[in-house]
Each structure stands twice: as C-alpha cells, then as structure tokens.
C-alpha cells in the first residue's frame, strides 16, 4: 500500500455513545442507531485504512468500537448485575477485529442466576444479532467454564486470551486471573496439545506456505502459526506481550522486530482481503489476488514480475518469517519443556549432538567461522538419525546471517559447500534446511531474489524457491528404494551419473532467474557460471551445469511440442544433447522439474513420452554415422515383429497380409508393432465391414487408454470422436489419423481420464465403446460437445489465442496457443469439420491454465491450407476460442 498522503493520518476519532439506561434494554430506534453506529465507523476506518493508516491499528480500533456498543447494550439489558460478566474471547479477546471477523464473546454467570438474569442475557444475545454482530456466543458458569477448558484445548486456548468488557469484574477475575492454570492444563501437556494440533492443520493445508490459493489463517506461516506463538508465550510465561517473552529467553529482540513486520504485512492482506470479498474470506483465491495487488499499491513492472506476483510473493515472505520463528520457539520449548536425558556427544568442529538434534559449542563458532555455518548442515547429511537443529543452533545460525559483516564469499563457505554438494542425494535435505533457514539466500542472492517468488499461472503450483527444493528432493528420491519402485528409468539413469553434485547445481540454479524479464535460462546460464567459479570447479564441470542450466526445457518440449516417431525431431535433438553424458543428466533434470512443478503434471503418458525420446536418443548417438535411420528399414522391422505377434495369435499370415494391403506406409512409421499387431487383430474379427469399427485398449501406450476407430472416411469423423470422448471427461493427449488410399482411415487416440490416468473399468471402457459405435453408426456425423460451465480457476487466466501456421509440402502444420476449457478439443474439431478440413494428426499438450495443441491439417481436397483458407481458420478459431472479455459496444471479432 503507498505511504500515507498525509503524515498525520490517523484513525479516526470513536464518536461516543449517550449513557444507556440501565435494564431499560435498547429498543428499536437504539437499535438502529448503533447499528449505524458501527456501520459509519466502518467506513471511516476502511477510508483510514486506504489513506495508509496500519491495519494493524485500524483491527484494534475496531474492536474498541465494538468494545463501546457491547457495554452499551450490556448496560441496558443487564446493567450493573454481579450474576455474569462479558468477556472478549479469541481475535476478539486480543483486541483484533477485522471488517467481517466473528465478535467471539463468553458470558460468564454464578451457578443459578436468577430468572431476570437469564432472560436479559437472552434479550442481549438477539440484540447483538440485530446489530448485525454476528457473534459466536457461549454461557457457562465458573465450573463448567473451567471443567470444559480442562477437557477441550481450544475452549482453553479462547481462555487464554479472554478479557473483561463489562458486569461482574470479581466474577471474571476468579477465571482470568488464575490463567494460565496448571491444573487444567500443564505447560507441557498444553505444548503438546498445540503443537499436534498445528500438525494436523499443516497435513490439511498441504504442509506447505507456497499454495497458489493460500489460507491466510490456517495454512503454514499464516495467523494461526502467529498466534501460536502468542499461546506459548501465555502458557509459558503468564504473558504474551514480547517484552515479557524475550526477557524470558523464548524470543529475542530480531524476533520479535520481524514477527511484527510479518504481522502488520498479513493484517494488511487480510483487512483488504475483507473489504474486497464483502465477507470473512481468508483464503488468497484467484479470484481477488488482482484486485487486492491494486488494492495495496502493486503495479507491473513488466510481463515477468506482475503486480499480483509482488504482492504473493511479500505475503508468502511474511509466511516464511513466520514458519521460521514459530519453527525455533517450538525446538526452545521442547528443550524447555521436555529436558532430554541423552549424554551430549562432541563432535569435531566445535558441533555437539544432544538427541537427534545439533547444537553449537560456542556461540561465537559461526560468527568467526562462517564456513562453519556449512559443515553444521553438512553434519544434517552425514550424522544418522539427526532431525535437525536445537533452538540455540537455530538462533545462532539467525543472527549470523544478520550480520552484514560476517564474509560469506570466504573461501571456506564455498569449500564447505562443494564438499556438502559432493555427497550426493545425502545433501539435498541439507540444502532445503539451508533454504528454509535463510543460508541459501544469503549463498546465492539469486536464490533470494526467487524466495517466495510467486509465477501467477495455474502450471506453477509452488513459488520458485519451493519448486526448487522439490526439485532437488525428487532428485534424491530417484537414488532409493521408492525411486525404484516409481521412477525406474530415473533411479538407473541417476545410478549411471559420474557427479551426481552437478545435477544438484543444475537443479538449484534451473529457475533462478525467475521473474527478471528476459529468458529466465539465459539468464540462469551466467548465474550458474560465476557460482561455479566461486566454488573452483573445472571447465568441463562448470560447461556442463551452465549447459543444463540453459536447456532444461529442451527435453520436455521436444517430447510434448513434436512428434518423437518422427526420425527427423529425434536426430535433431540428438544433436543438441551431443553425448550420453548430457543425455543422462538432462533426463534425471526433467524427471525431477516436471515432478516438482505440480503433484498433479507428472502421470504414465509423460513418463513413457520421456522415456521413449531418451531412449531414442541415445539409440541415435549409438551411431557413429549420426545418419538417420532409414524408412524402409524401419517399415521392415515393424512388419516382422508385428507378424511374429499376430502369428502368436493364431492370425494365418495371409490374412495379416490382407489387412496389411491397405494399411499406410505411415502407420508402420509411427506405430509400434504392438499397436499393429492389435489393430490388425481388431480388423480381422471384425464382422462388419459396412460399420465402423472401434476397439480400446485400457492399456494403450505411454500408460495411456488407447482409443482405435477403423472406418470410411468421412466428413465431421475427428469432430465426432472426441465430442464423444469430451462426453466421458476423457482427455486426449495424443492422436494420429492415418487414412489409406482405399479411403478409410485409422485413427488411434490416447486418452486419459480426469485424473491423468488410464480408463482401466470394464465398464466404462464397454460405456465408451457403445457411444462411440453408435455415434459412427449414424448416416450423418452431427455430434455436438458438451457445453460446460467454465471451472472458477481458469476464468482468471484468459489469454488471446494465438494461431501459427507452417507448411510440409503435404499438409499445414497448425499451432494453437490458448486458454484451456472443458471441452476444448471437441470444439476446435467442430471449426476444422464446419470449414471442411481434414486432420491426420494432433498432439495436445495442456501447461496449467495453457494449451499449446498442434495438427497437421488438409482441405477436403487433401491439399494443404492456402492463405485464404488459413486466414479463415485463423479468425474462426480466435471468434470461439477468445475469453477475454470483449471493450464495451465491441464485437468479438473485432476485439480479438
């Protein structure tokens, strides 16, 4: 948010409240008046707030006017009574009210209030309501209030941060003033209580800060992790305030400076966050990050750092400082609370283990050694059975990198650091404990430019900083056990890497360059270079990650843009990789990258796709001719393996022949010989020659549902097939329409289901195969998509469509670059039918909210596309595919 116009802004002055008469209750023109009393009040503080007043005064001023209706109506209703007192509870309790936030309130009672009592309570209750308050209300006497507290955490919690508004103060001074209260809850018991309660809530909300949509309140490094420090703090030394809590040693003044610098940044997303939605809405969703960005004073800078990304990326940097200090004060208490009773083992360095915790001899070790600061994380990977650092560890390691004096280009930082990397996959959870404890940052000031660096699409899942580290952990996870089981090519590709320490780097330095405008792998290139010469590696080792580095994406490209059966795209990309060596790391890096970058992107069809170009690759650098393998070869080896399994079959080679006669040329090009050998199959028990035939393979290649239809050409026969496959929400990732001379076609689709998986139900499969039989059945192909409502997500990402066109000789390869919708493909292929087109081939590749879909289309003619022709197309596909919404009194066409 910009500064404050004026200096002396301030929050507006609280008007004040005639006296109420007491037990006279507040009638319907009181009411309304109070009503309008915080409504005005409300909006003086949003224009406060905008003007640039501190939410964090603007939450608290607030709750003072709710502080001042509250006694207003309590003094109506119940007066001066000494049967119950009104107590603040929760946000409330500490005096934090946000403009849509619940006012949390207790009332306390003796044991058997008298009838007025309890009616007057009643009266106040729906009073509050009519006030618009929306309170959440309890009543209990002192008993219940403290049997409750004893059996639930949270109701004890509410307690800890109660205070009294009004009636009966000895009332709520016999609760309060015994609080924190051992007999109830012990420290230690109350630590463990919240400290697997925070747990649980991390597990929920994805034990990660870095979610695109994330929760302000629950998720890690939110309010909820604030407060729990607050609750320690009570629990621990009777107060919250810092004062108390860093005289007694749980925090220190740096603490306590950057816990309130995170706050006031949270509190500001929040209160905007509330004014914007209308209502308490405390999860970051797309559908106000824009608005809130211009809200708070963030503008573009230019297409790689957005408004909207600025302000991510200072929310998910007050998150990280959060996480980082409730992390150490639940190691301080732990030791505190919990004292172990393991002997304390000295190990060389000036390190000692206490556990399976490090800790620091001397507190001046890493000031006067910063390359000590490497070896005690270096100690994470080599000592086993360690979980991490003890709170006097942490601390230390804190104010070490607070120093603006301590020398971290010393030689012995980056000595240290090279022989960390040189363990291996052992290193990398050293490396995240480094990130998350702010060492990497100061490292590689390319790595603090990109912490918390939000990439404002739907692909992106984690900011670049923790799309990294999951890069590097997926890196380690290829050389166990599990990485076996699920990533087999990986875990023996990996096996094969001479210095698993330059896949490391390369990993680390892949997106360092995130967010500076230009080609962020350029850019990443020389990064890497002048870190690789800080740490004295040679020409070849510096060459190789720079090169990594610069082509990290070269890989899943080629395997998801271009047709990898094509001889000609696999020489050519075997000519950039060059060796195995560069192979082999290229791989392993695009494994983990893909892996890293979505739980959701990584599925069987990527995984064969990227296995089938490695393995085809190093099939072409096997060459030494470096020659291109030879079609009518290839056609040949097809064949003979294709017969020997049909002949498996019992299938008489003449008949395989037969249906041979009319297969393209092409298809034993691009098929396999499975895929042969099972389409043959299909076509000889097929009883009906006059009828289309189709046939699914629930195990198609590429971890794919194979989708075949062997029919007559026709007008509208791509259209039809995947509106059909649209209606069963089945994706199609891949198709190839190959047609002979006879005139039919075999058309072979690899799908997937919603969740990226194959169509392996019976049932479903029989489902798909019966619509598909009876929509070719029909004399004419009119099968229209479905039309789906656009999902929430993607409505914020419209994107103009872009349409390229090139030329084979023989077809036009077309490009299509577009926002991806329910549907998307079943709708392109009604434009191709509507302007008479034919498709022979279609790869579709979807990046989050992005499609980049590529076909190679004819006329009806067979002819590739003339000028006017892609002209046509070209402005039809813009017409149905453009979202953006269009300038006022504006045509569609004409906008796009």
């Not at 964090?56 to 709750?63: L, M, S």
């Not at 004890?156 to 009004?166: F, G, I, S």
């Not at 480094?434 to 984690?462: E, I, N």
């Amino acid at each position: 948010m910009p500064a404050a116009a004026d200096p002396a802004a301030r929050i507006p002055a609280l008007p004040r409240l005639a006296a109420p008469v007491p037990r006279t209750g507040v009638v319907g023109p009181s009411r309304l008046a109070l009503r309008q009393y915080l409504t005005d009040y409300d909006r003086d503080l949003a224009g406060a707030f905008r003007d640039g007043v501190p939410a964090v005064a603007v939450v608290r001023a607030r709750a003072d006017a709710v502080d001042r209706v509250l006694g207003y109506a309590w003094q109506a209703w119940l007066g001066d009574t000494g049967q119950a007192a009104l107590l603040a509870v929760g946000g409330f309790g500490r005096g934090e009210l946000f403009p849509y936030s619940d006012v949390d309130l207790l009332i306390l009672t003796v044991g058997a209030p008298d009838a007025r009592v309890v009616r007057a309570i009643e009266a106040f209750s729906a009073c509050l309501w009519d006030l618009g308050m929306k309170p959440g209300l309890a009543v209990r006497d002192l008993e219940g209030c403290r049997t409750l507290a004893a059996e639930d955490v949270s109701v004890y919690t509410n307690l800890l941060e109660a205070r009294h508004l009004d009636g009966a103060r000895p009332l709520a001074d016999a609760l309060l003033s015994r609080l924190p209260d051992e007999s109830l809850w012990t420290a230690a018991r109350f630590f463990a209580a919240k400290q697997a309660e925070q747990a649980v809530r991390h597990q929920r909300f994805g034990d990660t800060a870095y979610n695109l949509e994330p929760h302000l309140k629950e998720g890690p490094g939110g309010l909820r992790d604030l407060q729990m420090i607050r609750w320690l703090g009570r629990a621990l030394t009777g107060a919250a305030d810092p004062a108390t809590m860093i005289e007694a040693g749980l925090l220190d003044a740096g603490e306590s400076d950057a816990l309130a610098a995170a706050q006031a940044t949270l509190f500001r997303i929040r209160y905007a966050l509330h004014l914007l939605a209308g209502r308490a809405e405390e999860r970051l969703l797309f559908d106000y990050q824009r608005d809130l960005a211009r809200t708070l004073g963030y503008r573009d800078e230019h297409a790689d750092n957005l408004g909207v990304e600025q302000c991510m990326q200072e929310y998910y940097r007050a998150a990280r400082r959060i996480a980082g200090a409730n992390e150490e004060l639940l190691a301080r208490c732990a030791e505190l609370l919990a004292p172990t009773a393991s002997t304390a083992q000295v190990l060389p360095g000036g390190f000692v283990r206490i556990g399976d915790r490090l800790d620091v001899v001397d507190t001046e070790t890493l000031h006067a050694h910063p390359g000590k600061l490497i070896e005690l994380y270096a100690l994470l990977a080599s000592e086993p059975g360690v979980r991490g650092l003890r709170a006097g560890a942490l601390r230390q390691v804190r104010l070490a990198l607070a120093d603006p004096s301590l020398d971290f280009e010393d030689s012995s930082v980056f000595a240290a650091l090279r022989a960390l990397l040189e363990r291996g996959a052992p290193a990398v959870e050293s490396l995240v404990a480094m990130a998350r404890h702010g060492v990497l940052a100061r490292l590689v000031p390319g790595f603090a430019r990109v912490t918390g660096r939000m990439q404002y699409d739907l692909f992106h899942v984690y900011t670049v900083d923790e799309h990294t580290l999951r890069v590097l952990r997926f890196m380690a996870r290829f050389a166990g056990d599990d990485g076996a089981r699920d990533f087999a090519l990986a875990h023996a590709v990996f096996g094969r890497l001479p210095d698993v320490s330059l896949l490391l780097l390369a990993g680390l330095f892949h997106d360092i360059a995130k967010g500076r405008g230009g080609d962020h792998s350029v850019l990443g290139e020389d990064d890497a270079r002048a870190f690789c010469a800080k740490l004295g590696l040679g020409a070849a080792a510096t060459n190789l990650v720079a090169w990594l580095v610069r082509w990290h994406l070269v890989m899943s490209v080629t395997a998801q843009r271009q047709d990898i059966t094509d001889p000609e795209v696999v020489h050519r990309f075997a000519a950039q990789v060059g060796d195995w060596e560069h192979l082999d790391y290229l791989y392993v890096l695009t494994v983990a990258d893909i892996n890293g970058t979505s739980p959701k992107l990584w599925n069987g069809w990527r995984d064969r796709l990227l296995a089938d170009l490695y393995s085809a690759t190093r099939y072409v650098l096997r060459q030494a001719s470096g020659e291109l393998p030879v079609a009518d070869d290839r056609v040949a080896e097809t064949r003979l393996r294709a017969h020997a399994l049909l002949a498996a079959r019992g299938l008489p080679a003449e008949t395989t022949e037969r249906i041979w006669a009319d297969f393209p040329k092409e298809s034993f090009l691009r098929y396999r010989p499975e895929q042969i050998a099972w389409q043959t199959a299909a076509i000889a028990g097929h009883d009906d020659p006059a009828r289309a035939l189709v046939r699914i393979d629930p195990r198609g290649v590429r971890g794919t549902t194979e989708v075949f239809v062997h029919s007559r050409d026709r007008d509208g026969l791509f259209a039809t097939i995947t509106a059909v496959l649209d209606r069963f929400h089945l994706n199609v990732v891949e198709a190839r329409i190959v047609a002979s001379d006879s005139g039919t076609v075999f058309d072979t689709f690899l799908v997937l289901d919603v969740n990226g998986k194959p169509l392996l139900d019976s049932g479903s499969v029989a489902d798909v195969e019966r619509a598909l039989d009876a929509a070719l059945a029909r004399a004419s192909l009119d099968e229209a998509p479905v039309r789906r409502a656009l999902p929430r997500a993607l409505r914020h990402f419209p994107m103009a469509p872009r349409v390229t066109f090139g030329d084979d000789g023989t077809r036009t390869r077309v490009g299509l670059v577009c926002s991806d919708r329910p549907g998307l493909l079943a709708s392109v292929a009604q434009i191709f039918r509507s302007r008479g087109l034919r498709v022979h081939d279609a790869r579709i590749a979807t990046f989050g909210e992005r499609v980049e879909d590529f076909f190679h289309l004819t006329d009806d003619s067979d002819r590739p596309l003339d000028a006017a022709a892609q002209d046509g197309l070209r402005a039809a596909l813009i017409d149905r595919l453009d979202t953006r919404p269009a300038p006022e009194n504006t045509p569609r066409h004409a906008a796009s």
